[in-house]
């Protein structure tokens, strides 16, 4: 029982100061530190490291310090290289007239469909960027693992600003999707390649095919799906 205790004091400075490094870059909070460039507080870290392991800073900067530090700085790294990856993937499709993506996730309502689409990754390390597809034909054959295209530009995703107003870009942020686009008919996108499907898809769609055939009527279907 000790043991567990003591493992869990160990993890818990680390475990914070990742988190710290998270918010930091989150929060843009090193900005304030505007006097000093992030070029010379690079090199200051480098230095605090040459100083240490050389033995000069032993005596004032323990391994556990040394240790809380790389977690801080993995945690901000993390969070900077997903920003600076979501930043650039809404700057190409705001730029895009007819973006090309991977349906990755399908959600059924009553009157709409609505569509996650991920856009090819340019790098194993990036996480991926979505888009959604607000869809009013509620008859498309559409399915995850399609690769499909749409030949019109999308719109970015913004915030109502007024008191308690859903914050919908501040939301889908969270979710790596930057743009949306609202369609009438399915005939407006494009179906590019198909994908094989895994057996829980297939499994999904038989269940939502039945629904259809049981429930004609989209309404009643929608809020079952």
Not at 176 to 204: C, G, K, M, W
Request: proline share 7%; charged share 20%; with cysteine.
């Amino acid at each position: 029982m000790r043991t567990f205790k003591a493992n869990l004091q160990s993890l818990f400075w680390p475990v914070l100061f990742f988190i710290a490094g998270i918010c930091t870059s989150s929060c843009d909070l090193l900005k304030y530190l505007d006097p000093i460039p992030t070029p010379y507080l690079i090199v200051i870290i480098i230095g605090i490291f040459y100083c240490f392991l050389s033995g000069g800073l032993s005596h004032i900067i323990s391994y556990h310090h040394i240790c809380q530090l790389l977690f801080f700085i993995a945690g901000w790294s993390i969070a900077t290289v997903q920003e600076i990856s979501y930043d650039r993937y809404s700057m190409e499709l705001s730029k895009d007239p007819a973006p090309t993506g991977k349906i990755t996730d399908i959600s059924r309502f009553a009157q709409t469909d609505r569509f996650t689409v991920q856009l090819p990754k340019n790098s194993w390390w990036t996480p991926a960027h979505h888009f959604n597809i607000t869809l009013m034909d509620k008859g498309s054959t559409l399915r995850k693992g399609q690769i499909i295209r749409i030949n019109r530009p999308l719109s970015p995703i913004k915030s109502d600003y007024l008191p308690f107003a859903f914050q919908a870009k501040e939301y889908w942020h969270l979710k790596n999707t930057s743009h949306d686009i609202f369609l009438y008919d399915a005939s407006d996108i494009q179906l590019i390649n198909e994908t094989p499907q895994n057996p829980v898809d297939i499994l999904r769609q038989k269940g939502l095919d039945r629904l259809d055939k049981l429930y004609p009527d989209p309404g009643q279907s929608g809020i079952l799906k």
